[in-house]
């Protein structure tokens, strides 16, 4: 059978190096429709991008090879998944249902493993299919159950829609099947499929966000009081064993700090480059008014997150590698009243 495709693909380059363009639209559809018939999806859309390229007028073939590769696409979704996922799919176009299924691939663990820990940079967006897992929490020598997860939960939306550390960790309780999404998968849809993302996240949000389960237990990061302070920052990339810069300074504008951390918005269109400070330690000096002049205090923290704001600005959250004192907060409260 692979023979015979094998020879009818050699006809198609046959045919277009002959000028012959009809036959070799005809024979390109034949096999899309094949292909994509034995769920070889990405033969099938190969296919298609070469249909495109040979005649890009060839609309009714163009187009009846797309319905009949997302149709299959669509059909391969097993019925247990898509009774799993119901609620999911049925917010879905099928085209964007059969995308999604397929974007996906599956990972299995055993009992006592854990998924992520509290901490690690996480770019996947997990789907619960069957077995039983729990969220926790460590809190100083603590480890406080958040939540307990099965099969029909979705687990990681804290940090995969926004460029986050995991809040907490995610460790199995039983053998489970997980089906998983990459970051980098759903940044590709961007062009032609725009409304999926916010479709998923809006799905993922309606339920119980872990950030609002963390507040409700009274286990979010803002532990301290924060001060509301606008004035001007340089930040800077340091090493985290010498304090070395390891980066051009980059300017920002304070918007509040407290004991344990702060906040500052930074300009910028490259959404990969505000990725890459998850995680880094940061220098950011500031310019505090006292009745000698100006004196520059530097504060020395790691990015724990950042989330992006409309008009190209993105809020940079850092965590102190040591909490100030709480004279050093008066002080500050004191000259930026």
């Known amino acids: 059978m692979r023979n015979d495709l094998s020879r009818h693909e050699e006809q198609i380059e046959e045919h277009i190096q002959k000028g012959d363009t009809a036959s070799a639209v005809k024979g390109l559809y034949e096999l899309i429709v094949i292909y994509a018939k034995e769920k ?12 495109y390229d040979t005649d890009s007028m060839a609309l009714t073939e163009i187009i009846n090879a797309n319905e009949i590769i997302e149709k299959e696409k669509a059909g391969a979704i097993s019925v247990d998944h898509r009774r799993t996922w119901s ?15 397929h974007a996906m691939h599956e990972l299995t663990f055993d009992g006592g493993q854990t998924v992520y820990h509290q901490g690690d940079l ?47 960790s995610v460790v199995t309780m039983t053998a489970v099947s997980l089906s998983c999404l990459e970051r980098d998968v759903v940044e590709g849809w ?18 119980d966000p872990i950030e609002v389960v963390l507040k409700r237990k009274g286990l979010d990061r803002r532990i301290y009081e924060r001060l509301t302070i606008s004035t001007k920052v340089s930040a800077q990339v340091i090493s985290s064993d010498t ?94 009243k």
């Not at 999911?88 to 299924?101: H, I, K, P, V």
């Not at 809190?139 to 029909?152: A, F, R, V, Y």
């Not at 002049?293 to 990015?303: D, E, F, M, R, S």
């Open 122 to 168: 996480n770019n996947r967006l997990f789907f619960v299919n069957q077995g039983q897992l729990k969220i926790v929490h460590q809190s100083e020598d603590k480890e406080i159950l958040i939540k307990n997860l099965t099969e029909g939960h979705i687990f990681g939306e804290d940090s995969f829609f926004s460029i986050n550390v995991c809040t907490t």
């Open 87 to 101: 609620k999911l799919y049925d917010r879905l176009s099928t085209e964007d249902a059969g995308l999604l299924f």
């Open 243 to 336: 304090n070395q810069p390891l980066s051009r300074p980059f300017t920002g504008i304070l918007t509040d700090i407290s004991r344990g951390g702060s906040c500052f918005f930074i300009h910028t269109r490259n959404r990969d480059t505000v990725k890459t400070l998850l995680g880094r330690r940061l220098s950011v000096g500031l310019q505090v008014p006292t009745a000698e002049g100006p004196k520059k205090v530097i504060l020395v923290g790691v990015v724990q997150g950042a989330q992006w704001h409309p008009i190209d600005k993105y809020s940079i959250h850092l965590e102190f590698t040591a909490p100030l004192q709480d004279s050093q907060i008066q002080v500050i409260r004191q000259l930026f």
């Open 40 to 51: 070889d999806f990405e033969k099938a859309e190969a296919l298609r991008d070469r249909l």
């Open 190 to 207: 961007q062009t032609e499929h725009p409304a999926l993302e916010s479709q998923l996240k809006e799905y993922c949000l309606s339920g």
